[in-house]
């Protein structure tokens, strides 16, 4: 909780990367507080009691948000999804905004590796954006599990890690009200 408020504040896509985290990890301890609790809250040295217990609450609440929208098994939840679509939503205005060429370009160097992402996943439902984050994910989750990662991989995640970086500074500057501003000038 403590942890995704401040990701929130200062990095967007590692939030979201965070946050399908805690997905995983919820999904992991079954729903089950008290599973949570053991294998997740009781680990936190230095918390107060008050700081645990809001802990414990802001797990609760995610709990309950997933079995209501069905995404005990798989999925994210809406809130996640949002950021998604205001990523999205950004990332649209800023290829159409011809201040933006370094952006754009930036774009079109990581469009091969989303278009070759997207074709061997068999999926093309998921967008641009969050095929990106589909590849940062996995990448998280294969160095997480020690697996080996080709030159090929570590080749795209680079590119791709470029691509949402640029992206995500650029949503801290539309947040702050200071990205078409900037530009402006």
Same mark, same amino acid.
Request: aromatic letters at 12%.
């Given at each position: 909780?403590?942890?995704?408020?401040?990701?929130?504040?200062?990095?967007?896509?590692?939030?979201?990367?965070?946050?399908?985290?805690?997905?995983?990890?919820?999904?992991?301890?079954d729903l089950d507080i008290d599973r949570i609790k053991a294998n997740v809250i009781d680990r936190y040295t230095g918390l107060s009691d008050e700081q645990r217990l809001q802990m414990t609450e802001w797990y609760e609440s995610l709990i309950d948000m997933m079995r209501r929208e069905g995404v005990a098994k798989s999925g994210h939840l809406q809130l996640n999804r949002n950021v998604i679509v205001q990523l999205v939503d950004l990332h649209m205005a800023l290829l159409k905004d011809p201040r933006f060429a370094e952006y754009t370009a930036e774009f079109y160097r990581t469009l091969p590796y989303i278009v070759e992402l997207r074709a061997k996943s068999? /999926? @093309?439902?998921?967008?641009?954006?969050?095929?990106?984050?589909?590849?940062?994910?996995?990448?998280?989750?294969?160095r997480l599990q020690h697996k080996e990662i080709t030159d090929a991989t570590r080749q795209a995640i680079t590119q791709i890690?470029?691509?949402?970086?640029?992206?995500?500074?650029?949503?801290?500057? /539309? @947040?702050?009200?200071?990205?078409f501003q900037q530009e402006q000038q």
């Open positions: 909780m403590f942890t995704a408020s401040e990701k929130r504040k200062e990095n967007i896509a590692e939030y979201l990367l965070y946050m399908w985290q805690i997905e995983d990890i919820i999904r992991a301890n068999g /999926d @093309e439902r998921p967008g641009e954006i969050e095929t990106c984050f589909n590849a940062l994910y996995g990448m998280l989750m294969l890690s470029k691509f949402i970086a640029l992206l995500a500074h650029n949503f801290k500057l /539309d @947040e702050n009200d200071e990205l």
